[in-house]
């Protein structure tokens, strides 16, 4: 398996300006986890999905972003309108959970590091 | 609530040192614990897990970790750094209220020197 593929690796935008983050998780897990990743707050779950469905998104910092898992294999996470301190890292994950088998285990994209200008 | 603490959030060591990195805990309930490893400009990758079998969790690349109850503690260790080691390491623990997610901390950044 090719393991979690993200897109863009790196993009670069102005203010203001919506943002389209990628995501295809592994073929036959059913979770997909939305995380952000900067120097001051570290490493933060921003929402996650089971079956397609969005659980948690608690941690979307505000209305300007928004995720959506339209099939098993992909998911979108849009800024709109973007601004600077929107710049990280941000990390698609996704595992394979059951009652036997916990969905803990996540495989971590590579990414897409985030510019606002 | 769970939550994790990482002591120290940068480790030097020589090639060939024992390494340590601290981890420690606060759970309500028995916690399951992890730790993942992000190389330069990668993802994370899990390290080894502890999901209340033995005690004592062997991970890859050498690692390891003992759960302590009594010490609340998940720290994870090396006998011998290599210089390939040089990482950021994090410790998680799952919201056993909710294991779908896990609760990072804020991460250990290992360097390893010739």
């Known amino acids: 398996d090719a393991g979690v593929i993200q897109s863009p690796r790196h993009e670069v935008t102005e203010m203001g300006q919506e943002v389209t983050l990628r995501c295809k998780p592994i073929s036959g897990h059913d979770y997909l986890f939305w995380y952000r990743q900067t120097m001051m707050r570290g490493l933060e779950l921003l929402i996650y999905f089971n079956n397609n469905v969005p659980i948690d998104d608690s941690g979307m910092p505000e209305d300007r972003f928004s995720a959506k898992m339209p099939n098993a294999s992909f998911s979108t996470l849009k800024i709109q309108p973007s601004e600077p301190r929107d710049s990280a890292v941000y990390f698609c994950a996704s595992s394979l959970g059951d009652y036997l088998r916990p969905s803990y285990e996540q495989y971590f994209g590579p990414g897409t590091r985030l510019t606002v200008t | 609530a769970q939550s994790v603490t990482q002591l120290g959030s940068h480790v030097s060591v020589s090639e060939g040192a024992l390494v340590l990195l601290r981890c420690n805990y606060s759970s309500s309930v028995p916690p399951y614990l992890f730790w993942y490893v992000q190389y330069p400009n990668q993802g994370l990758q899990l390290l080894l897990k502890y999901t209340s079998a033995a005690t004592l969790v062997k991970g890859i690349n050498g690692f390891e970790a003992e759960f302590k109850k009594s010490e609340t503690s998940f720290h994870l260790t090396k006998p011998s750094a290599h210089m390939s080691d040089a990482a950021e390491y994090f410790c998680?623990?799952?919201?056993?209220?909710?294991?779908?997610?896990?609760?990072f901390g804020t991460g250990t950044r290992l360097q390893v020197f010739p």
């Open positions: 998680a623990v799952s919201d056993r209220a909710n294991t779908d997610k896990l609760i």
